[in-house]
């Protein structure tokens, strides 16, 4: 089967990712919050975004290595983290840490995964990432940072854009029950989907095994007030600072909208800042992540890392927020619509997929390099006067 004529988009890889995971886990994946207006401003705001061709440039050989906390990557995008990746697809996590390392990408494992870091660490490669939702009792924060190190994540990133559990809307009506268990409207779902039920048989049902660790009280499938609630508290900034003394490698912000948020945080010796709103999943009446980059970029200056995520749907996006200042883009819904759709050859192929897309806007752009995309941008879009 040629991957490249059946699956040329993500939009295609999510079709049939829709097919193969039980409607269920599929809304848990796919759905915002509220009315999901900033999932679509997202994707809104990224439209908006317009790059300006060249002509008359040659051939080009194109180069999309980049740098990042002194680390050189072959591409300018890794894999986000999402939390029961194993509930969306089978053993999800060893899956997508497996093919990151053979990308050269980092992968970012969740506290609230449903495996343990020692679980991954014999496929994670060189360029784990540990997100962490921060307990409130320092000494399991301790033990967490002790395992997550030793597992060989070797990036802390801190997520500060979940205060408090959302609502989920959707998720609710989709079926997702507290507490949580399979009642007979999910099995009806899971017995259409073969290649998901065999696959968690064999697996065993998704747990967050990490959490379980600690708190002794989670079972099952995850809701709307899963039980990392239990252990999370929200952090201010006497935390971040302790954090940031308590982890000797690369330091990340995750939930940044503010510039003035920014600036804050440079400022406490956070290594870089990642824009994001939560994929539409926590507050509805967020901007898009997108058009709060130039504002970002400006304060913290042109060589302080930023990350970006929200929207992503292709190689061009990938561009548009490297051309409007990002130095990098993470990926977590696009990731496990592949592999939903192609099981373990899912994620190889989304990598191939984004590498040629950028590769063939690159070529339009007339750009050889990923710094020359900050000299294509036109935003927001609008005509040009002759």
């Given at each position: 089967?040629?991957?490249?004529?059946?699956?040329?988009?993500?939009?295609?890889?999510?079709?049939?990712?829709?097919?193969?995971?039980?409607?269920?886990?599929?809304?848990?994946?796919?759905?915002?919050?509220?009315?999901?207006?900033?999932?679509?401003?997202?994707?809104?705001?990224?439209?908006?975004?317009?790059?300006?061709?060249?002509?008359?440039?040659?051939?080009?050989?194109?180069?999309?290595?980049?740098?990042?906390?002194?680390?050189?990557?072959?591409?300018?995008?890794?894999?986000?983290?999402?939390?029961?990746?194993?509930?969306?697809?089978?053993?999800?996590?060893?899956?997508?840490?497996?093919?990151?390392?053979?990308?050269?990408?980092?992968?970012?494992?969740?506290?609230?995964?449903?495996?343990?870091?020692?679980?991954?660490?014999?496929?994670?490669?060189?360029?784990?990432?540990?997100?962490?939702?921060?307990?409130?009792?320092?000494?399991?924060?301790?033990?967490?940072?002790?395992?997550?190190?030793?597992?060989?994540?070797?990036?802390?990133?801190?997520?500060?854009?979940?205060?408090?559990?959302?609502?989920?809307?959707?998720?609710?009506?989709g079926g997702l029950v507290q507490p949580p268990r399979?009642?007979?409207?999910?099995?009806?779902?899971?017995?259409?989907?073969?290649?998901?039920?065999?696959?968690?048989?064999?697996?065993?049902?998704?747990?967050?095994?990490?959490?379980?660790?600690?708190?002794?009280?989670?079972?099952?499938?995850?809701?709307?007030?899963?039980?990392?609630?239990?252990?999370?508290?929200?952090?201010?900034?006497?935390?971040?600072?302790?954090?940031?003394?308590?982890?000797?490698?690369?330091?990340?912000?995750?939930?940044?909208?503010?510039?003035?948020?920014?600036?804050?945080?440079?400022?406490?010796?956070?290594?870089?800042?990642?824009?994001?709103?939560?994929?539409?999943?926590?507050?509805?009446?967020?901007?898009?992540?997108?058009?709060?980059?130039?504002?970002?970029?400006?304060?913290?200056?042109?060589?302080?890392?930023?990350?970006?995520?929200?929207?992503?749907?292709?190689?061009?996006?990938?561009?548009?927020?490297?051309?409007?200042?990002?130095?990098?883009?993470?990926?977590?819904?696009?990731?496990?619509?592949?592999?939903?759709?192609?099981?373990?050859?899912?994620?190889?192929?989304?990598?191939?997929?984004?590498?040629?897309?950028?590769?063939?806007?690159?070529?339009?752009?007339?750009?050889?390099?990923?710094?020359?995309?900050?000299?294509?941008?036109?935003?927001?879009?609008?005509?040009?006067?002759?």
């Amino acid at each position: 089967m040629d991957l490249f004529q059946r699956y040329p988009a993500i939009s295609d890889l999510r079709t049939r990712a829709r097919r193969r995971i039980p409607h269920f886990v599929w809304e848990y994946l796919d759905s915002g919050t509220g009315n999901e207006a900033t999932l679509v401003r997202n994707r809104t705001e990224l439209d908006r975004v317009l790059l300006r061709p060249s002509i008359l440039h040659g051939e080009l050989e194109v180069d999309l290595s980049t740098k990042l906390f002194g680390q050189t990557h072959p591409l300018p995008f890794g894999i986000a983290p999402v939390g029961m990746s194993g509930l969306i697809w089978p053993d999800a996590e060893r899956l997508l840490a497996r093919a990151a390392a053979q990308a050269g990408i980092p992968y970012s494992l969740s506290t609230v995964a449903s495996r343990t870091p020692e679980e991954v660490a014999p496929v994670l490669g060189d360029h784990g990432w540990f997100q962490l939702y921060p307990p409130r009792d320092l000494s399991i924060l301790d033990g967490m940072l002790a395992r997550a190190r030793a597992a060989g994540f070797e990036t802390l990133v801190l997520t500060v854009d979940v205060p408090v559990a959302s609502r989920r809307e959707r998720q609710t009506r989709g079926g997702l029950v507290q507490p949580p268990r399979l009642t007979p409207r999910l099995m009806a779902q899971v017995a259409r989907c073969p290649a998901w039920a065999l696959g968690t048989l064999q697996h065993g049902m998704p747990r967050m095994r990490f959490i379980d660790s600690y708190s002794g009280e989670t079972k099952g499938l995850p809701s709307n007030a899963h039980a990392g609630y239990l252990l999370r508290t929200s952090p201010d900034w006497n935390y971040l600072h302790s954090l940031r003394d308590a982890w000797d490698g690369p330091f990340i912000v995750k939930g940044v909208l503010r510039a003035e948020d920014a600036i804050k945080l440079k400022d406490a010796g956070v290594d870089g800042v990642w824009i994001s709103n939560h994929a539409g999943r926590q507050f509805d009446a967020a901007p898009a992540t997108i058009e709060t980059l130039p504002a970002v970029r400006q304060a913290v200056g042109q060589d302080y890392p930023i990350i970006l995520d929200g929207g992503v749907e292709g190689g061009l996006d990938i561009l548009r927020a490297l051309a409007l200042g990002a130095d990098f883009v993470m990926l977590g819904r696009a990731f496990h619509y592949a592999l939903g759709a192609l099981g373990a050859e899912g994620p190889a192929h989304l990598v191939d997929m984004l590498t040629q897309d950028m590769a063939a806007n690159m070529g339009q752009l007339g750009t050889a390099t990923l710094p020359e995309l900050r000299d294509t941008v036109i935003t927001p879009a609008k005509s040009e006067t002759p």
